[in-house]
């Protein structure tokens, strides 16, 4: 007997609970229009991304401002004893200019890498080294490395 009372409990919980759920959904919307009420969906945030090319940065930087930029890596390189500069390019990796956190915080005018044949002790490495304008006007290193 208990048995058949708590299966008719169970049965008028379940009539109970599917009344309310569909009363709670006019026959003019669904459920997920009522859902929506009660928690309305946030506005789709867009981010706009512009990417440059390393071509880009280079042309946003006049003659006079590449003689400072190129000043400041030799000053930079000239402090590094170990290795001996064999040439300096300006960078055509676009990718260096995404690295996240560091070059990719910069604008067009405001940054320059360069590509950099290095020797130490008789081997020549490849590296890069990231240049940016300050706040200030001064131009400064941020970056540097393989």
């Not at 048995?3 to 009363?23: E, G, N, R």
């Not at 000053?75 to 300006?90: A, G, I, N, P, R």
Request: aromatic letters at 8%; a negative charge.
């Amino acid at each position: 007997m208990l048995h058949t009372i708590k299966k008719q409990a169970f049965i008028m919980l379940f009539v109970l609970v599917s009344f309310v759920l569909l009363s709670s959904c006019s026959s003019e919307k669904t459920v997920s229009e009522n859902v929506e009420k009660v928690a309305p969906k946030m506005p789709e945030k867009k981010q706009e991304i512009t990417t440059y090319t390393a071509e880009d940065y280079k042309n946003a930087i006049d003659e006079e401002t590449m003689a400072v930029i190129l000043k400041t890596a030799e000053d930079y390189y000239s402090q590094l004893k170990f290795l001996k500069v064999k040439s300096m390019e300006v960078s055509i990796d676009d990718r260096l200019y995404q690295n996240e956190g560091i070059e990719s915080e910069y604008g067009l005018g405001t940054i320059l890498i360069f590509d950099v044949i290095a020797e130490q002790d008789g081997n020549e490495f490849k590296r890069s080294i990231s240049i940016v304008k300050e706040p200030s006007g001064e131009w400064k290193v941020i970056n540097e490395g393989i």
